[in-house]
């Protein structure tokens, strides 16, 4: 008899900046999630559909786990630990040191999971053997039942060994999605995501933190010869409107620029993009403003 088909959640949690994203876009293959050098990229719960032969995974990318400091911080960690409870499996996403009072305090939470657990180090690429071995060696210890999982998110080392370990223990159940589908979010997110990635990598200290940005047009009439979208992105304060402009709408070109050709790429079809930059007066200590802002 066949092997049944296998099919079913996955979370993937891990502390900011453990490369969460970056695994999701590796597993999928193609870029879904953005990433970004400063920790607390992610803002939402992501589903990526990974396809392969026999089973279907479907991997909820979540923003990295931090005690929460606001409306925002705490529905980003909302958003992360309502994925564990919708998890057949959860992905323990780590990095190659030793445990740190944080991991400390998230370690309890990990053992009694009702679900199959599996560790992942990832960033491997950063540490020799010898480093590993001690390390991976402590985790077994902590995880006796966990299966533990050495990769590198970057470059795809060891990622289809953490697909079998994953496979290994999802429950039999026919597809959820059709083969062509890699998300279950909508291209306006995906867009409004890719320019606030842009953001991140070219802006500092507070400003990352400070930006959303909100889709206000989607023409998609002429598709795939021209997609036109109007995006705002919003700031906290009169000064980051300034900064995220630059010196003579400098900045703000370049980020543009940048965005529509990742956008053209996601959408296959050319793309006119408009960005304004507006205040909206600290959005994120307004639990309002944090919803309508889509978190
Ligand atoms: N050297 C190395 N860097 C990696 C690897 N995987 C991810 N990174 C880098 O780590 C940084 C964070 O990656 P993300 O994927 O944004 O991390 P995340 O866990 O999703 O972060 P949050 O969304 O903030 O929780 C980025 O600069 C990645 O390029 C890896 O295997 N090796
Ligand atoms: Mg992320």
Redesign the pocket.
């Known amino acids: 008899m066949e092997a049944p088909f296998r099919c079913g959640y996955v979370a993937l949690i ?12 590796r597993l999928v293959g193609e870029k879904l ?10 803002r939402h719960r992501l589903l990526g559909i990974v396809h392969r032969p026999g089973a279907q995974l479907l991997l909820l ?4 786990i931090l005690e929460p400091k606001g409306p925002l911080n705490a529905a980003l960690l909302e958003a992360a630990l309502g994925a564990l409870a919708d998890a057949d499996v959860v992905v323990w ?1 780590t990095e190659p040191r030793p445990p740190d009072p944080q991991d400390r305090l998230l370690m309890p939470r990990l053992k009694a999971l009702p679900q199959p657990l599996v560790v992942a180090v ?5 540490v020799r053997k010898p480093e590993l071995l001690p390390l991976m060696a402590a985790l077994h210890e902590s995880f006796p039942q966990a299966a533990i999982v050495p ?5 795809g ?1 060891g990622v289809e060994d953490l697909v079998a370990e994953i496979i290994s223990r999802l429950p039999a159940a026919p597809p959820l999605y059709p083969e062509d589908q890699l998300t279950d979010q909508s291209e306006r997110f995906l867009v409004a995501e890719l320019i606030r990635e842009r953001l991140f990598h070219h802006t500092g200290e507070e400003i990352p933190y400070a930006v959303a940005v909100a889709i206000e047009e989607f023409d998609e009439s002429r598709r795939p010869e021209l997609v036109r979208i109007r995006a705002v992105i919003y700031v906290e304060k009169e000064s980051q409107k300034g900064i995220v402009i630059g010196k003579g709408g400098k900045l703000l070109k370049i980020i543009g620029q940048e965005a529509r050709e990742d956008i053209e790429r996601l959408l296959q079809s050319k793309v006119y993009l408009e960005l304004w930059v507006k205040v909206w007066k600290n959005w994120r200590r307004d639990p309002k403003a944090v919803r309508r802002l889509g978190y």
């Open positions: 891990g502390f900011p900046n453990v490369g969460k994203s970056t695994l999701l876009n999630a953005i990433t970004s050098p400063k920790p607390q990229t992610t990318d979540t923003p990295g996403l990832n960033k491997i690429d950063l990769l590198c998110a970057l470059t080392d």
